[in-house]
């Protein structure tokens, strides 16, 4: 009999990818299906960057890189961190890896030790606690509901942290509720971190650029805490770059030194050609960001105008990413002929099946109740999954 290890036997799949796969599943098969369910931008990589990477094609950067990626990439990066975020970083403290997910994963793997607890503010993207199994640490889940904005409280934080606390993650703006933290809230939570000095800050900053509040803020800029946090940011989401799988950390030195040697037992570099095209994003024109910006928060404002029309959807106004996180615990209990809807996961294969629309359970983000519906399409598509799906939940009864 195959042996599977129990550290993978205790992973849960990506329900973002699951929902995904059923999605093009139906599609191979003619069926019509609008996927909100991923979270990518539609966009295509400005050409700027890809023209980029076909010169270094050309110039034959083909061989293998520092484990920590180009020197280049990584001055390019200190340098968006200086100009863009006012922090100070030495090369030497950055290192690029194969997308923000291994980013995340290698700082979860070089700081957690077997029984020590992280916590996470919830709703949060599914990886985070899948990532905290495979350390051996104990996840402990402080949930915030849409009636405050999805965002944890100074006084939830303090509750959850013991002398046990070894790492919080935090995400702004938010995968999977697009809720970004201002700088007061980020400064009362800081407050309270800087009372507990053995928790280290994960502050996950991939979608910095899709936010819709005219600043943001890192949380490697508040000097209390600033020895202790580590930014996880990348091109994929500001630059149309999810393919290119290019992410990096900022991190205390020892850190980025464990990270470094980590990833150089089980991946080494990333891509020589896509860091590259990184080198060029971070270095090149910015414009094409603030366009897909633009185009995000117009589709933002008309996702939740349509939302808001449909009865039982409790949603919110999203200040950042690509996401609305409506509260569907109303459509609980209903029914469709023989489909039954017990939980929102229920829901989910309803509106995929009776309205060809992919959404995900809002439980894969530890958050019961919830659908998360992904906006990176066009306003055509939003208009007709919108439609289709007010139409499917009118005839549960």
């Known amino acids: 009999m195959t042996q599977i290890s129990e550290r993978v036997q205790s992973l849960s799949p990506s329900a973002t990818l699951a929902m995904s796969q059923k999605s093009n599943e139906l599609k191979a098969q003619g069926v019509d299906v609008i996927n909100l369910s991923v979270g990518e931008p539609d966009f295509n990589t400005p050409d700027h960057i890809k023209e980029a990477a076909k010169r270094a094609i050309d110039e034959n950067y083909s061989f293998y890189t520092p484990v920590a990626g180009y020197m280049s990439l990584r001055k390019a990066i200190a340098a968006k961190l200086r100009k863009e975020n006012g922090l100070d970083y030495a090369p030497e403290q950055i290192v690029v890896s194969g997308g923000a997910k291994q980013s995340l994963c290698n700082v979860v793997l070089s700081t957690v030790n077997p029984g020590d607890e992280v916590v996470i503010p919830t709703p949060a993207w599914v990886s985070y606690v899948e990532m905290v199994k495979l350390a051996g640490g104990h996840n402990v889940l402080v949930p915030a509901s849409i009636e405050q904005d ?209 959404t995900v359970d809002g439980a894969a983000f530890c958050a019961p109740g919830y659908i998360r519906l992904s906006y990176a399409t066009s306003d055509d598509n939003i208009r007709e999954a919108m439609r289709r799906i007010k139409a499917a939940l009118a005839k549960l009864s």
């Open 150 to 358: 999805f965002k944890v409280t100074p006084e939830q934080l303090e509750a959850a942290i013991t002398d046990r606390t070894r790492l919080i993650i935090i995400c702004s703006p938010s995968n999977p509720t697009g809720s970004v933290y201002t700088r007061d809230e980020l400064q009362a939570l800081v407050d309270v971190l800087a009372r507990h000095p053995q928790v280290l800050v994960l502050s996950d900053e991939i979608y910095e650029h899709i936010n819709f509040t005219g600043s943001f803020t890192s949380l490697a800029s508040f000097p209390e805490i600033a020895d202790r946090v580590v930014i996880v940011n990348g091109v994929s989401k500001a630059y149309a770059m999810t393919g290119w799988r290019i992410g990096f950390i900022a991190a205390p030195l020892a850190i980025a030194k464990a990270c470094n040697k980590l990833q150089s037992q089980y991946t080494s570099n990333p891509s020589s050609i896509a860091q590259k095209a990184a080198e060029a994003a971070y270095d090149g024109p910015q414009d094409c960001v603030e366009e897909m910006r633009v185009a995000f928060e117009r589709r933002r404002d008309l996702v939740v105008e349509l939302a808001k029309e449909i009865p039982g959807l409790k949603v919110n106004k999203p200040q950042g990413a690509f996401y609305l996180f409506p509260e569907v615990s109303a459509y609980i209990g209903k029914r469709h002929g023989d489909t039954i809807i017990g939980s929102a996961g229920d829901l989910a294969l309803y509106l995929l099946a009776e309205a060809h629309v992919a």
